[in-house]
């Protein structure tokens, strides 16, 4: 029985253990159980609890926040919003795609003005993903 429970733990470090970074496994190859190894982990790739907080505060800040920058390009703009929603959903956020849609639209210039008037108006902006609302942009 000692047998199979000690071959089960070391089968569970092996699994763990491979899909570690080499700089990570340096890190964990010292603790004795898979629960240890595994606690360690969690704070290496998700961080405490302060910092799973701190970094959706933060995620929520930029997407509330955001506003294209003068003279940055439609493309550009696109790839930093969706980054900033790539990361609230990292965070355990995920928004709706109308409320999405709304903010990155409500972030773009002035000079956007008539097309935002056009595409709110438009009940596909409910269902659309940004991805096709910035194809249809």
């Not at 493309?75 to 919003?81: M, V, Y």
Request: with cysteine; hydrophobic share 35%.
């Amino acid at each position: 029985m000692n047998k199979t429970i000690g071959h089960k733990k070391w089968k569970a470090f092996y699994e763990i253990s491979c899909g570690v970074a080499p700089d990570n496994f340096y890190i964990i190859i010292n603790y004795k159980s898979v629960k240890e190894i595994w606690d360690v982990l969690k704070i290496l790739y998700q961080g405490s609890e302060q910092a799973q907080y701190k970094k959706l505060t933060t995620s929520l800040n930029k997407f509330n926040n955001f506003r294209a920058v003068p003279g940055e390009s439609l493309d550009d703009s696109f790839k930093r919003f969706n980054y900033i929603i790539t990361k609230l959903s990292n965070a355990g956020t995920v928004r709706s795609n109308h409320e999405t849609n709304l903010q990155f639209l409500n972030g773009l210039g002035r000079h956007w003005s008539t097309i935002k008037m056009i595409v709110k108006g438009d009940r596909k902006i409910h269902t659309l993903s940004l991805c096709k609302l910035y194809k249809e942009l």
